[in-house]
Structure formats: structure tokens, C-alpha cells
């Protein structure tokens, strides 16, 4: 045996000076690399809508978007995910923050690495142009922004407007990708109809004879309105077939020319929550951020109960059991952005069904954001 060789003190001095050397044994760390299941900083938290829109409104009275900043937002920070220095951080990958126009202001067009989703919370008459394509965003509307499309803001209506950007801070920041350039003018030139490519598309089903089709990204459609998001989870509901024993009634938000996600990296769900309904636990690699649309009820995340209502964020780490239910008279709505198309490209994507206890957690504590 080669430690016979050495007194105890001199192997403690090697790998004490293996340490200065900026080397190490991999004999003692594997288990630490190369771990039996995720292991990740990212806790679950949750932030309550009211709160949300005072701090956004209150930025309404201390700076403006074009004049005094970029954008006027108050993004979601996990607080986990703070102590390790990582600013503006829901998830390890994903980014969430609540957008506020009031009426007369515009947000001028610039154009990033990272990929965008918008989702639109409250108001009406301000829109949002990609490449100099205009939609006026009504809420449940899901806008796409894909990665380095210039794009801008602008309110030609009568109440503040508020929305959810979603995007891929974390990811694109561990990979060193990110890049950022402001356009030369305010605005980006007019270059189609207003909603051209959804009016045009009808949700993919008919496009204009002779136009040339190819699929792949951006998806040809550019806002996912409420309306059709509706009228599909309508239809799908009314048979308890289509039910997911995880997610009740849902719906992923598609590339109809791929039958992949609607955005290439930031996946896109909404479901629907019958009153009553209480969904089985899992958990899986990709991560997720929740914005409650309508509704009230809770969602268990690994043993702990997070109770939600319209408006609320709440984060879904990865690897996390999980489940939700809907205690109010109404029907629920949760939209929510998760990492999944990124998992899926690099084959990390994995998920696990809870066993015991006929699927369900057994709740141990609720959380509370000033305690926790
Ligand atoms: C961005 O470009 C917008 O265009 C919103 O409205 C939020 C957060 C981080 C990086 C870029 C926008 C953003 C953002």
C-alpha cells in the first residue's frame, strides 16, 4: 500500500500544498462533481401581487423609461440566490420582472442575447414592435421577443400598463453570452401591419398561397393572445381525458412550423385548474417561474405549502416534487416560463413521479415571506 511510504504528516502536507497549487484530488471530491441528483441553491419563493404593483407604481413617480432608464422594472429576486451575488435571479436560468408604461411613455428599441417572453398582467392600448412590428398587448397575451430582434415599447393609451418580461438572464450569463446594443433611434422603423404575422398565420393553420414557408425559428407567430389560449384550454377541459395527472388542464405555447416551444429557449405553459382539483406530485430537471392569471389556491413544493392568488410569482426550482390545487369557486390560470427547451437540446431533461402517499406531500410547513 503506497501510504506506508508516508507519515500522516506528510500526507496532510501534500494535500495542503496540492491546495496552494490550485490542484485536486479526485478521489476525495467525485461525489461533490458528479452528484447522484441535482444539486442546486435555487428555493422556492413566492411574492404577492399586491406588493408587486405598489413597488412598480411608485417607480412610476421616481424615473421614467427613455428619459431617465431603459426600462421601468421591478424583477423577482430569489433570495437563495442573492447570498451567492447573483442579481436579478428567479431561478438559476430565468429572469422575471413586472414592466410598468403609463400612458404617453415609450421604452426606446435595443436588442439583446438573451430571449423574451412577455406576459400581459393589466391594462390595454400599448404595444409592444419586433423588427418593426407592432402588437397591442391585451392581458393573457404571451408575446414573443426572440434573441437579438430589436424591440420597443410604446402606451398610446389611458392606464398604466403592466406586464411579466421573462427572460434568460441566469442561463445566458453561465454561458457568457450575453450582449446588449442599444438601436441609433428611438423607435425601429415600421416594417409590417400591425400584428401582421399572427393575423396572417391564424394560429398556423393557414398561411396566404405562394408565400414561402420554411420551418424553424422565430416562430411565425408573435403574440399567443389570450382569447385563442382560452378557447384551446375551453375545448380541452371539457373532457377529463385530456387531463394531466400534474398539470390538470394545460397547454404548451408552440412553433407551429417545428412542434417545438414557441420560443427556442424559454418554454411557455398555461394550465387550467378546475375548482376542487388537486394535481399528483412530481418533479423534473427543468426549473420554472409562475404567474397566477386568475384564481386562488396553492401549490406544495417539496413539503412546503405556497398559497397563491391572482397576480402572486412564485419560483419552481428544479428537481423540486411538486404539486397544485385550486380551493376557490372559479377556475384557475397559471402561466409559467420554465427552462425545459434548454434541458431538452442538451438531453438533460429528466422528470420522476411521487410514490407515496397516493402521489400527494404531506405538508410540513406554509411559507411565509417574512419569515422565510
Ligand atoms: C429588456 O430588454 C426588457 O425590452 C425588459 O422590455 C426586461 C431584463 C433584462 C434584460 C433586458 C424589455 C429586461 C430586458
Known sequence: MGQNKYTQEEIDQYYENMKND???????DL????????????????????????????????????????????YLQNPSLLKRGLVGYGTHTLYAGIQLLLPGEMAPSHHHSQT?????????????????????????????????TWHEHKHEGTEPMFWMDGLDVG?????????????????YPEEQPENYSTKKLSGGAFAPIGEERKPGYPSPIFNYTWERAEYELERLSESSHNEDAYDAYAIEYINPTTGGPADFRIGTMMQK???????????????????????????????????????????LPPWSWHEHVNTGKDNAYLFSINDKPVMEKLDLEFGETYTENNGHQTIEKTFDPKSD
Open 22 to 28: 490550485f490542484l485536486g484530488p479526485l478521489w476525495h
Open 31 to 74: 461525489g461533490h462533481m458528479v452528484t447522484k441528483e441535482p444539486v442546486h441553491d435555487v428555493e422556492p419563493y413566492l411574492w404577492k401581487w399586491e406588493s408587486i404593483r405598489d413597488y412598480a407604481l411608485k417607480a412610476g413617480d421616481i424615473l421614467e423609461p427613455g428619459k431617465d432608464a431603459e426600462r421601468r422594472v421591478v
Open 116 to 148: 423574451a417572453v412577455r406576459f400581459i398582467i393589466e391594462g390595454e392600448g400599448a404595444y409592444t414592435a419586433v423588427n418593426g412590428e407592432r402588437s397591442y398587448m391585451q392581458r393573457g397575451d404571451m408575446i414573443l421577443t426572440p434573441a437579438w
Open 171 to 187: 442561463l445566458v450569463r453561465t454561458l457568457a453570452a450575453s450582449f446588449f446594443e442599444p438601436y441609433a433611434d428611438e423607435f
Open 273 to 315: 385548474i378546475h375548482p376542487d382539483q388537486h394535481t399528483l406530485a412530481h418533479r423534473h430537471v427543468h426549473s420554472a417561474i409562475y404567474h397566477v392569471l386568475e384564481g386562488e389556491g396553492y401549490t406544495v413544493i417539496d413539503g412546503q405549502k405556497f398559497e397563491w392568488s391572482r397576480g402572486d410569482f412564485f419560483i
